[in-house]
C-alpha cells in the first residue's frame, strides 16, 4: 500500500505527506490494535490483482464515518465509486443508521464519490469540511 499512496498529490485535499513503508505498517498495527470499530479494505483491481487504494470506516454506536482513497494511476476508473458504494451498502446492511464523510469543498470528485453513494452534503462543517451524510 506504500507504493499505491506514495504520490503528495494524494495528501492535496488532506495535508500531510505520503508514509514509508515501515511508517504505514507501524500506522496500520496501531489501528488495527486500537479501537474495535476501525475497519479498512484495500480496493483491489481484478485484472492483476495489484492494490489500488482503500475503503474505511469508523464504527461508534450506530454511525459510521467513512473515508476512500485511491493512487493516482487508478484514478478516473470508477474503482471509488464502486467501493464507497459497496462500503456504505455494508455499513447500512449491518445495522448502521448513519455514514458519514467529511469532504473538501473543492474536492469534486470526492464529492461525486460521496453522492454516488447515496451521502448528501450539510450545513455543517468540521476543519474545513463540509459533513456528508446518508441516514436510514
Aim: glycine share 10%; charged share 20%; with cysteine.
Amino acid at each position: 500500500m506504500a507504493e499505491v499512496l506514495s504520490d503528495p498529490a494524494l495528501h492535496t485535499f488532506t495535508g500531510g505527506a505520503p508514509l514509508t513503508a515501515p511508517e504505514l505498517r507501524a500506522s496500520y498495527e496501531r489501528l488495527v490494535a486500537g479501537p474495535p470499530g476501525w475497519r479498512n479494505w484495500v480496493i483491489r483491481v481484478r485484472a492483476d490483482d495489484r492494490p489500488a487504494g482503500y475503503v474505511q470506516a469508523t464504527v461508534e454506536g450506530c454511525t459510521a464515518e467513512v473515508a476512500w482513497v485511491v493512487g493516482t494511476p487508478w484514478q478516473g476508473r470508477g474503482l471509488a465509486t464502486a467501493a464507497a458504494k459497496a462500503l456504505v451498502e455494508r455499513l447500512l446492511d449491518d445495522g448502521i443508521g448513519t455514514v458519514v464523510a467529511h469532504i473538501h469543498p473543492a474536492h469534486a470528485a470526492s464529492a461525486a464519490v460521496a453522492r454516488a453513494a447515496g451521502l448528501r452534503p450539510t450545513e455543517r462543517w468540521q476543519d474545513g469540511e463540509v459533513r456528508w451524510e446518508r441516514t436510514t
